[in-house]
């Protein structure tokens, strides 16, 4: 994320009424909530690619060669089959199109990926933090304008 976007615009939060508060507070809200989802989406992407890099070192050696084992067609159908090869694999590399590469090739491959997600997932671990500092500060600020709220007309209907 660059840096423009994470600061965005600064607003005096003692200058807005309590409505304009709690509009801000939602927007703050909404985004949190779908940076919240992101996070949780480039985690599991993340350990898609760890679980790629086991199914490698242990499902690819010598030791299960000409053994059967079951192939993944969909996320919920398996075939029975040999593995053909223990050198090489075919790597999704995205939409829909694989790469055949050796093992190691493989485990570099998903390792860059995993760390590549993984300094995103920090990134944006930082803005989600941030953010909800930031809601915090508002929902102080609405406390304290409310309790003034009703200090204020609780005085002025002492004063009648």
Do not use: H
Not at 34 to 44: E, F, G, V
Not at 45 to 54: L, N, S, V
Not at 70 to 89: F, I, K, M, Q, R
Not at 117 to 126: A, F, Q, R, Y
């Amino acid at each position: 994320m660059s840096k423009p976007a994470e600061q965005g615009q600064q607003i005096d939060l003692g200058s807005l009424s309590v409505q304009q508060l709690a509009q801000v507070k939602k927007q703050l809200d909404e985004e949190t909530q779908s940076l919240t989802n992101s996070y949780a989406q480039l985690r599991a992407a993340q350990q898609k690619f760890r679980d790629c890099i086991a199914s490698i070192t242990a499902g690819v050696a010598n030791s299960v060669a000409d053994k059967p084992l079951l192939v993944p067609l969909t996320s919920s159908l398996y075939v029975p089959g040999t593995l053909a090869s223990t050198e090489t694999v075919l790597v999704d590399v995205g939409t829909g199109f694989y790469v055949e590469k050796t093992t190691e090739q493989a485990k570099k491959f998903y390792e860059a990926k995993a760390e590549e997600l993984g300094k995103n997932v920090k990134d944006l671990e930082s803005i989600v933090q941030g953010k909800n500092q930031n809601l915090r500060l508002i929902e102080e600020v609405m406390r304290q304008k409310v309790l003034a709220s009703n200090q204020a007309s609780g005085s002025a209907s002492a004063s009648s």
